[in-house]
């Protein structure tokens, strides 16, 4: 079961994670944290965590379980799907002390999943593991834990993939700041990808067609599911149907624009009048 296993992570997760290192105590070597999701079949989605405060020394470590659980209880009654499925800590590696921690977790949840994020980014990227526990010994004596890879997909929602898309804006503007597109904008952006995509895969077909490239059965019926999921529409009629969506979407953009201005307008003449 563990070694099926797929961990899914979403951005706001490594965020959160990053965002705990950097605002960790001097002496601290790493974070943990208590990772929130849900449980699917075969998977485990974590959707949300916060850091758990901990003492941790080449002896014993020590956490503060009744801020965890007070935490978590805050965190229910903001989103009361979300449950306990794991812990992580900022690390690369799994040390003696996550077994103890990794207990801990075992009783607040059912097959806890670990994930460790290497914050230092000595590879050049941000680095991630996910591990299960297996108990292992002989029946009678002393049992260990064995730490199990499982497979990390990262995912997300569209809000997500959008917020992710503005931040990385960031990285080529000198300032570090970006501001969110305008409606007409990201229409327009979106159009401009979708036209690249669609003369890429013409020249593809093309290539395929005269020869100059073999042909590829998987990406056949790719092509074929895209075709034929889309439904035949006349010329005329999409024509009339996008400029029917363009015309409603100026319409929305306008009053919006028109609401800002009568606002904004209020508020000098509220000022002027006090």
Known sequence: MATHLVCRVHPVVLFSIVDSYERRNEDSKRVIGTLLGSYDK???EVTNCFAVPHNESDDEVAIDIEYARNMY????K???????VGWYSTSGDVSSHSVLIHEYYSRE??????????TTVKTGKLGMKAYVSTPMGV??????TMFTPVTIDIVR???EQIGVNVLQQGKTVNKRSVSMSSDLALVESSTKKLKEIIVLVLSYVDDVLSGKLPADSKTGRMLMNIVTSIPHT???DFESMLNSNMKDLLMVVYL???TRTQLALNEKLSQLSS
Do not use: Q, W
Not at 73 to 76: D, G, H, I, Q
Not at 109 to 118: F, S
């Open 42 to 44: 075969g998977a485990v």
């Open 73 to 76: 209880e805050l965190y229910r």
């Open 78 to 84: 903001v989103n009361a799907s979300e449950v306990i």
């Open 109 to 118: 949840a059912k097959n806890p999943v670990h994930l460790t994020v290497d």
């Open 139 to 144: 029946p009678g004596r002393t049992v260990g």
């Open 157 to 159: 929602y569209e809000p």
């Open 234 to 236: 006349d010329t005329e």
């Open 256 to 258: 919006t624009n028109l």
